[in-house]
């Protein structure tokens, strides 16, 4: 019977955390001895490991790295650098503020390019956000007025009460 292989997804939650207990002491001594000068140990250290493990070390360390304009939750929301890393400045954000920053940037009518280039995102990560946004927003208004009134309406008629004409002009 052929091996089976994992699906596109790739391995899942589960299997990315027994990978990371699995090789956590590889990796503490890899870290160790980076920091501390020591090339020779660095080499016996990756010279004893197979190519699996080598590339199962690279996630862990890949996973344990926070990327530098990213920010761990921590339940609050600093409008401050949201509005800078709207304008285009880099600012770390968590998640949160990051999604805060990039609605502010669709709202503004601006591009999935724009929002790219203002929040330092890929070309697909940006075009992914700028959808997801969009489509949060439509969802909203139709949300907030469901009875919008079509836009042939007469903007000069007088006002009414309960659904009749006050019968005067305006």
């Avoid at 870290?31 to 140990?41: C, N």
């Avoid at 669709?106 to 203002?118: D, F, I, K, Q, Y």
Wanted: with cysteine.
């Amino acid at each position: 019977m052929p091996e089976q292989q994992p699906g596109p997804a790739g391995p899942g939650p589960q299997d990315l955390e027994e990978l990371i207990a699995r090789m956590a002491p590889p990796a503490d001594a890899l870290t160790w001895f980076v920091h501390t000068y020591q090339p020779a140990a660095v080499h016996r250290l990756l010279a004893g490991l197979n190519v699996l493990e080598l590339r199962a070390l690279a996630v862990v360390l890949a996973k344990l790295r926070r990327p530098r304009w990213s920010l761990p939750e921590d339940g609050i929301v600093d409008e401050l650098a949201v509005e800078i890393a709207a304008r285009g400045e880099q600012v770390a954000l968590t998640k949160t503020e990051r999604r805060r920053a990039a609605e502010r940037i669709v709202a503004a009518g601006h591009s999935a390019a724009e929002l790219g280039t203002r929040l330092h995102l890929s070309g697909s990560t940006a075009l992914a956000l700028y959808e997801e946004i969009q489509a949060a927003q439509q969802a909203g208004a139709k949300e907030a007025d469901p009875a919008a009134a079509p836009q042939d309406r007469d903007p000069i008629a007088a006002p009414t009460c309960h659904g009749r004409s006050s019968g005067r002009a305006a």
